[in-house]
């Protein structure tokens, strides 16, 4: 089946400091890449939509200078997390959907996920 | 708006079987996702319907009503390793975004 994979797996960095997390589509090409992201306890919430090419588009509230999103190909997406606080830690987890996909699937797979902690 | 709705706990005895509901509302509905995460780990997926009726994957069943927006995930034979949280999506059919509903922790007693 198709893999999605996220680098790093966890980072423990200070605050203030840059985070950058990939994204990647192993085998096979996602002209959409989505960022979530998970507080203990909670549901996934979706930041952003990565189009390949393009700019990303934002959800409601969340910060667009704040999360920094580039979709350079179509196996790499990338979600820096500029100036980071303590509050911004949390599990950052990718998704990617196959192109193209077939109808009637579910085409949408997921990174194994990104913990954050921001001291 | 944009609404999924699932209980936040259920339990159940090893060996039984356990439905989980979801209603949702959405601007535009493309399918329904259901998805388990264990503890630390990340969402995996279970299964999918686009269409009314049900899809059978082994142990997990799921159910889709599109005239009345709701879905199930049916698990049977339940095993301690079913212990998770389980969350019902829904893909957008605009911009293929995944919603999720909040999950369901559900709790397997031995």
């Known amino acids: 089946g198709a893999v999605v994979s996220q680098h790093p797996s966890w980072v423990i960095c200070k605050s203030g400091t840059s985070v950058k997390i990939e994204c990647r589509s192993l085998?096979?090409?996602?002209?959409?890449m989505f960022w979530y992201r998970q507080f203990p306890k909670q549901s996934l919430m979706l930041m952003a939509t990565?189009?390949?090419?393009?700019?990303?588009?934002?959800e409601q509230g969340v910060e667009k200078d704040k999360f920094l999103i580039n979709h350079a190909s179509l196996t790499l997406s990338t979600l820096t997390v500029t100036s980071a606080h303590p509050e911004d830690s949390s599990f950052y987890i990718c998704?990617?959907?196959?192109?193209?996909?077939?109808?009637?699937?579910?085409?949408?797979?997921f990174g194994p996920g990104t913990r954050l902690l921001v001291l | 708006g944009q609404s999924l709705e699932q209980p936040s706990e259920v339990t159940a005895v090893e060996g039984a079987i356990v439905q989980i509901n979801c209603t949702y509302q959405?601007?535009?509905?493309?399918?329904l996702s259901w998805y388990q995460q264990h503890d630390g780990g990340a969402p995996t997926f279970l299964s999918y319907?686009?269409?009314?009726g049900l899809e059978e994957t082994g142990r997990f069943s799921s159910f889709l009503s599109r005239s009345d927006s709701y879905g199930y995930l049916l698990l049977q034979e339940l095993q301690m390793k079913d212990s998770a949280s389980y969350f019902c999506?829904?893909?957008?059919?605009?911009?293929?975004?995944?919603?999720f509903g909040k999950g369901t922790r559900l709790h397997i007693l031995p």
């Open positions: 998704s990617a959907n196959e192109t193209p996909g077939l109808a009637g699937r579910e085409t949408q797979y």
């Open positions: 085998d096979f090409q996602a002209t959409t």
């Open positions: 990565s189009n390949e090419g393009s700019k990303a588009t934002y």
């Open positions: 959405t601007s535009g509905f493309y399918g």
């Open positions: 319907n686009a269409l009314d």
């Open positions: 999506a829904v893909r957008e059919e605009r911009d293929d975004k995944i919603i």
